[in-house]
């Protein structure tokens, strides 16, 4: 008579799963791991497996170990243990895996199955921001600068909120958006580029910060860029001097 070369009976798997929580775009590690009771590893055989299935992976979540197809990755026996995830770029919130342990003969399977929660933390992206102001012309009447800012968020999953501020305005200059100068009756021209710095009496060069923040809806996480521009009088220092002096 043959002697199978598998057990006729045998328990159902453990399985054996650590994991721990992550940050937005950081891969974590988990140790994923399962053995069937009263079996050593030189029990198993081409018609003895054991095999686990992590199931319910999200699209673009990617592991180093596995064969990966839709949303399941499978381990063989031998790539049991420590295992790497990366998450989607720019998720964040909570992942749901579910594991899946098979132990399977011929004659046989049978399936212990948990579920693990990974939480993966929100961490605002630094934004982009570009600024140019125009020299200005000493002899002009106007008593405002345009402001040229083009910022935009990065992380373009909707989780951050944008905020544009101008700091280091010296006393008695005020920033203002579109066409609103808080009270005066001075106008932006027509190719407006949104923001303007107003001033009363002679223009005084300085250095205008303007810091773009993004932060996180979720948890306040926030990331900045601060671009300094100089806002001054357009020609050289001397000859201006000597126009304005005569």
């Known amino acids: 008579f043959l002697i199978a070369d598998f ?8 399985i054996d799963a650590m994991y721990s929580d992550t940050s937005e775009d950081m891969r974590t590690q988990l140790y994923l791991s399962a053995f069937i009771p009263d079996f050593d590893d030189s029990s198993y055989t081409e018609n003895f497996t054991l095999k686990l299935f992590i199931d319910d992976v999200p699209s673009g979540f990617t592991f ?5 197809r839709g949303n399941r990755v499978t381990l063989e026996r031998e790539e049991f243990g420590d295992i790497w995830m990366m998450p989607k770029k720019d998720f964040s919130g909570v992942v749901l895996l579910n594991i899946t342990a098979q132990g ?11 579920q693990i929660e990974i939480k993966i933390e929100a961490v ?3 934004p982009f921001v570009d600024v140019s102001v125009p020299c200005y ?3 002009s009447s106007k008593k405002i600068i345009p402001v040229t800012v083009q910022s935009h968020l990065t992380d373009l999953d909707g989780s951050e909120n944008l905020t544009i501020i101008f700091s280091n305005l010296p006393s008695g200059y005020r ?3 579109e066409n609103v100068v808080n009270g005066s009756n001075d106008t932006a021209p ?8 107003s001033f009363d009496g002679t223009l005084k060069p300085f250095v205008l910060n303007v810091i773009a923040i993004a932060d996180e809806k979720s948890n306040g996480d926030e990331a900045n860029k601060t671009v300094a521009v100089d806002v001054a009088f357009c020609g050289k220092v001397h000859e201006i001097n000597a126009l304005m002096h005569g």
Do not use: C, Q, V
């Open 104 to 114: 399977a003969t011929p004659r046989e399977i049978k399936m212990a199955s948990k």
């Open 137 to 139: 012309h000493w002899n």
């Open 124 to 126: 605002a992206d630094i």
């Open 64 to 68: 180093n170990k596995g064969n990966h």
């Open 7 to 14: 057990p006729l009976r045998f328990e159902t798997p453990i």
């Open 190 to 197: 027509s190719n407006s580029p949104g923001w303007f710095i």
């Open 175 to 177: 920033s203002f958006y």
